[in-house]
């Protein structure tokens, strides 16, 4: 690992778009390696901890699990390396995917009934608010 520790977690945080509470989040669960502290006491990270915070945020962004993104995250750094493994996951995940998919047309269908039976009119009349409370 370089040891060009430099950046505070302020700036890290501003770099890469990641909250300060959600970096010391994935320092408690161990996504990102807890730094030691200077001597003034702060965590100063290097430029693979910014690199691997960057990988996280997106994984997150693109909906892995926090389990799936540790084992990518260990893939990604040759241990354990093996593509089927990444496959599998990505398998999954599209599976989910395209299940949401199909609930949110569905969704949307139901919906889109529901707003169109919608008067402009009474309160009392809205078939949205009727569904939503049965």
Do not use: W
Not at 46 to 53: P, V
Not at 78 to 86: C, D, L
Not at 90 to 115: C, G, Q, W
Request: with cysteine; hydrophobic share 35%.
């Amino acid at each position: 690992m370089k040891t060009n520790a430099h950046l505070k977690i302020g700036a890290l945080s501003e770099r890469t778009a990641v909250s300060i509470a959600t970096i010391r989040y994935y320092e408690r669960t161990g996504l990102l390696p807890k730094r030691p502290r200077s001597a003034g006491g702060h965590r100063l990270f290097a430029d693979e901890h910014k690199q691997r915070l960057i990988f996280i945020r997106r994984a997150r962004e693109l909906g892995f699990s926090p389990d799936e993104v540790r084992t990518l995250l260990d893939l990604a750094s040759g241990r354990r390396m093996t593509y089927a493994k990444v496959k599998t996951i990505s398998d999954r995940y599209l599976a989910d995917i395209r299940n949401r998919r199909t609930d949110l047309k569905r969704l949307e269908r139901v919906l889109t009934r529901m707003v169109n039976q919608c008067r402009a009119g009474e309160i009392a009349d809205c078939p949205i608010l009727e569904a939503l409370g049965r």
